[in-house]
């Protein structure tokens, strides 16, 4: 059995998570190292003991695996072929979403319920993640690959440009297939590219951190997140509202993280410069930001909105970097709102600043941030 020195050892793991903010990587690698310690020490009978499902004192079912997704293989021009899994639920205006780096289509779960009864939604595995099998040998890894793979998905699927909606890494190649022609509109959550030099190194640390306890034996990674301070540690850099995702939720993200097959490549091809350059003026653009995002600060923003000057901007109050957990009915309302634009037009004479304004009480709201909030609105003419 696990004695006292035990448990307050993994206690002191977790204590530095309630501080996080500019000490957030020295916090990850704390925890990283003391989780790793701990459960090196853990006899094989440990591991395999049975732990009720607890979040904040209330039963939690057991986890239910995820709906296998179909299949489509696609070959665009000089590339070789691509297979990629994806699920369609719903009715209507057709809407692609596209999960972040060592995600998967899981990501979007608690939204897509909120899409379906008015919007035709796709959610795809990006290629060595989730179900779709690795981009073959060889096969440049660049965002210029994935957007022709992704464009020949959508002939497949007999989607003529659809709205597309993207979250971190999904988000940079939503807006390089808007660029492309190939979307209908265009949704970006908390993207990915505009960062510089010093917040990409950070960036990355902060996800191969998650990664490396992603990497803990599942007994112990499914053990922790069924305790309050296990679930904060786990989730705590991600989510802002932690307590909201259920402990089989928690695991399942950290399964995806472990087995994403194409996560180092990913971040290599991450690495390049100009990620996203010049504008995207011939289709509605929105882009959503958490204002207490840990990962990609919302002070991003302002880049974007320098490149992308008719861009619409929403700021997403009090959510750190995956929203979709944090505030799914939110995140659902923006998408509706986004994908209702059907033009250009409609577009430059809508008013650009945030249609869901930054409450004027606390939300843990930097002065950084509000110092962006200006940066847009500057930029985007209003």
């Given at each position: 059995m696990l004695n006292v020195l035990s448990l307050s050892s993994v206690a002191s793991a977790f204590t530095p998570i309630t501080h996080l903010g500019a000490d957030v990587l020295q916090?990850?690698?704390?925890?990283?190292?003391?989780?790793?310690?701990?459960?090196?020490?853990?006899?094989?009978?440990?591991?395999?003991?049975?732990?009720?499902?607890?979040?904040?004192?209330?039963?939690?079912?057991?986890?239910?695996?995820?709906a296998t997704g179909s299949f489509v293989e696609v070959r665009s021009a000089d590339l070789a072929p691509m297979t990629v899994a994806y699920e369609r639920r719903g009715t209507g205006e057709p809407v692609v979403l596209l999960h972040g780096l060592g995600s998967n289509r899981q990501?979007?779960?608690?939204?897509?319920?909120?899409?379906?009864?008015?919007?035709?939604?796709?959610?795809?595995?990006?290629?060595?993640?989730?179900?779709?099998?690795?981009?073959?040998?060889?096969?440049p890894r660049d965002l210029a690959t994935l957007v022709a793979g992704l464009g020949a998905v959508f002939t497949a699927l007999g989607l003529e440009r659809p709205h597309v909606v993207g979250h971190s890494l999904g988000g940079l190649i939503a807006l390089r297939l808007g660029q492309a022609g190939l979307a209908r509109s265009v949704t970006a959550v908390a993207p990915a590219g505009f960062w510089s030099q010093t917040e990409r190194w950070y960036a990355f640390a902060v996800l191969n951190a998650a990664r490396q306890i992603a990497r803990l034996p599942e007994p112990i990674t499914a053990?922790?997140?069924?305790?309050?301070?296990?679930?904060?540690?786990?989730?705590?850099?991600?989510?802002?509202?932690?307590?909201?995702?259920?402990?089989?939720?928690?695991?399942?993200?950290?399964?995806?993280?472990?087995?994403?097959?194409?996560?180092?490549?990913?971040?290599?091809?991450?690495?390049a410069r100009?990620?996203?350059?010049?504008?995207?003026?011939d289709l509605p653009v929105t882009i959503a930001w958490g204002t207490a995002d840990r990962v990609l600060p919302a002070r991003q923003a302002a880049r974007a909105a320098a490149m992308i000057p008719m861009?619409?901007?929403?700021?997403?109050?009090?959510?750190?970097?995956?929203?979709?957990?944090?505030?799914?009915?939110l995140v659902a309302q923006v998408i509706m709102q986004a994908t209702a634009l059907s033009s250009t037009t409609e577009r430059r004479?809508?008013?650009?600043?945030?249609?869901?304004?930054?409450?004027?009480?606390?939300?843990?709201t930097s002065s950084s941030v509000r110092h962006v909030r200006s940066a847009v609105d500057g930029h985007t003419g209003s």
């Open positions: 916090a990850g690698t704390q925890v990283v190292g003391k989780i790793c310690d701990w459960a090196g020490g853990l006899p094989a009978a440990v591991l395999a003991m049975p732990v009720p499902l607890v979040n904040r004192g209330r039963t939690v079912p057991p986890a239910v695996s995820s990501a979007w779960d608690a939204v897509v319920p909120l899409l379906t009864v008015e919007r035709d939604v796709i959610t795809v595995d990006l290629p060595g993640f989730g179900e779709s099998p690795d981009l073959p040998d060889g096969q053990w922790l997140s069924q305790t309050i301070l296990g679930h904060a540690a786990l989730t705590g850099t991600l989510y802002m509202r932690a307590d909201q995702s259920a402990p089989e939720a928690v695991a399942a993200s950290l399964r995806a993280l472990r087995q994403a097959v194409a996560f180092q490549a990913t971040m290599r091809a991450g690495r100009d990620l996203f350059v010049g504008d995207i003026p861009m619409r901007m929403v700021w997403l109050p009090g959510c750190s970097h995956v929203p979709m957990n944090d505030a799914p009915q004479g809508a008013d650009s600043r945030a249609k869901i304004a930054i409450p004027r009480q606390s939300t843990g």
